[in-house]
């Protein structure tokens, strides 16, 4: 017996999470593999296209799918298997990060790999592949997971592995949703010790002196993240502050028992224990235009270069990973306009010129960013891989009426410079991307690769988003 069918009251409006793009599409959650199948079913009855969804927490249009069908998987939500001995988890798709490091941390483990937020589901994140602070060391989450299972769009379930369908399994990590559907995942997560980490903050005062403290850390460090005030320019370009993060060894805390409990990690409710956190992006609306976040970019600079200079103190994991979690809904100061980020991999070598020339041509247009936000990277096995041996310097536009235009260009010229550095772009972050620049830095060799295992996993195409149909209608 079928139980959904393709009514008008499953529209729905989804947004961006940039808050810069907005459509409507049929919406279905559901909870079993089985319910999945029957929607690919519909879809191919109805001339409809799939797209897949976690969390969306992807900034630009990868989890969209305007006027057709989202497979919304947020409910899929089941830790299936846990090995505290071992650390090997298996969870349905729809589990977030926060979720998994709440069930797991109390027996001494932790998500090897994060994003700067905790609410991205782990099907969400292997469809990205997204790396963390720590990508220079431990690379992105696809090489943290041992095993998969994918429900293609023909019904089939294939289980993918290093060693079992190894091709399929290094295409649909990062193959952003569209080989199949990730139904069951296992993850070898982190042993730790402690529930703090010992992190250092340190200033640099431009991108040659970052790249050299990077340099010189990068072997002893866990983790390692930079922040540049992008509203500094001249002999202040590139400006920033980095801060190192270790894991304690064995031994190193004395009471592990406690700071490893969910109740030590939490981020605070309140602001000086007066804002309730919900509102506390209300806070930050009057300083949302570029004299006020210029002055928060050199009170940061300024704080951090001078008082918070070589502080090392103890953190809990939680706060030191989801520091952007802080603030609640921080996007809804950018609007009504919404905001682009757009986030640039540039190899080693070219990293300090590009970047520079990014900032430089911010201000020469006159769109500033707000947050600039610097890591290192390193290659990985992956096929549809965004990273490089090198940086990645991510960018955050505020959006509005104004600007719309001078933004385009402004990526466009940058993203010039980004592919004749040799450098790559990641989906999770895009909205600007063209469909020649996007095939340019993947490589004909990669993308027909792609669409060989596309044709064969889902024969029909059904599984599509607005960002396939923008960068990749010709293949996919
Ligand atoms: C504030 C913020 C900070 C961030 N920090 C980082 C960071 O530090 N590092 C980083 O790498 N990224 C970062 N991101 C990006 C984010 O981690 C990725 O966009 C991630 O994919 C979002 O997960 P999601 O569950 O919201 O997935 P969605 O955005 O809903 O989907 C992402 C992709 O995965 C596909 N997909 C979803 N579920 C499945 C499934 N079950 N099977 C197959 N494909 C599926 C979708 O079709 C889509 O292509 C950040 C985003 C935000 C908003």
């Known amino acids: 017996m079928s139980h ?21 599409a049929y919406v279905f959650r559901p909870t079993t593999a089985e319910l999945m199948a029957e929607v690919f079913k519909i879809a191919k009855n109805n001339g409809k296209s799939v797209g897949l969804r976690g969390a969306g927490y992807s900034y630009g249009d990868a989890s969209m799918n305007s006027e057709n069908i989202l497979l919304d998987l947020s409910r899929m939500n089941r830790i299936i298997d846990w090995n505290p001995e071992t650390g090997l988890i298996s969870v349905e798709p729809g589990v977030t990060i926060r979720q998994l490091w709440q069930y797991c941390i109390e027996d001494g483990w932790w998500p090897p790999v994060v994003s700067g937020t905790m609410f991205v589901t782990l099907g969400g994140a292997a469809g990205m592949n997204i790396h963390g602070k720590n990508n220079f060391k431990a690379g992105p989450i696809g090489n943290h997971i041992t095993e998969f299972e994918l429900l293609t769009p023909t019904g089939e379930t294939v289980v993918c592995s290093r060693s079992k369908n190894s091709e399929l399994f290094h295409a649909a990590i990062g193959g952003f949703g569209m080989l ?25 005062k431009s991108f040659g002196e970052i790249i050299e403290r990077f340099n010189e850390r990068e072997a002893d460090a866990d983790y390692l993240v930079g922040w540049i005030d992008c ?30 409990r969910v ?40 704080q951090g270069s001078t008082i918070g200079n070589n502080e090392v103190v103890k953190q809990a994991h939680a706060q030191f990973a989801f520091l952007l979690d802080y603030v609640p809904n921080w996007k809804y100061a950018y609007k009504p306009g919404g905001l682009v980020q757009f986030q640039s991999f540039v190899p080693y070598d070219c ?35 965004h990273a490089v041996d090198g ?9 509005t009426q104004q600007n719309k235009d001078g933004l385009t260009t402004l990526t466009q010229i940058m993203t010039r410079l980004v592919l004749d550095s040799g450098g790559r772009h990641y989906f999770a972050k895009d909205s600007q991307l063209t469909a020649e620049a996007a095939s340019e830095y993947l490589g004909k060799e990669a993308l027909a690769k792609f669409t060989a295992l596309k044709s064969a996993t889902d024969p029909d195409h059904l599984l599509q988003t607005d960002l396939s149909k923008r960068l990749f209608n010709a293949f996919l």
């Open 4 to 24: 959904y069918c393709l009514t008008p009251d499953r529209l729905e409006r989804v947004d961006s999470w940039g808050m810069n793009r907005t459509s409507l």
């Open 180 to 204: 199949g559907v990730f139904t069951r995942i296992t993850l070898q997560l982190k042993k730790i010790y402690s529930g703090q980490l010992s992190v250092e903050a340190f200033a640099t």
């Open 231 to 260: 509203f500094a320019t001249g002999s202040e370009l590139g400006r920033g502050l980095v801060h190192q993060a270790n894991y304690l060894p064995a031994g190193a805390d004395p009471n592990p028992a406690q700071t490893l």
């Open 263 to 302: 109740k030590n990690q939490e981020l605070p409710d309140t602001l000086m224990g007066i804002f309730p956190k919900s509102s506390m992006w209300r806070l930050l609306q009057p300083f949302s235009n570029n004299l006020g976040m210029k002055a928060i970019n050199y009170a940061k600079y300024l």
């Open 351 to 385: 990293a300090e010129k590009v970047f520079s020339e990014q900032i430089r041509l911010s201000h020469k247009l006159g769109i500033v960013p707000y947050l600039g936000v610097f890591k290192r990277h390193r290659p990985d096995a992956f096929l549809m891989t």
């Open 391 to 399: 940086f990645s310097f991510a960018l955050d536009y505020p959006v």
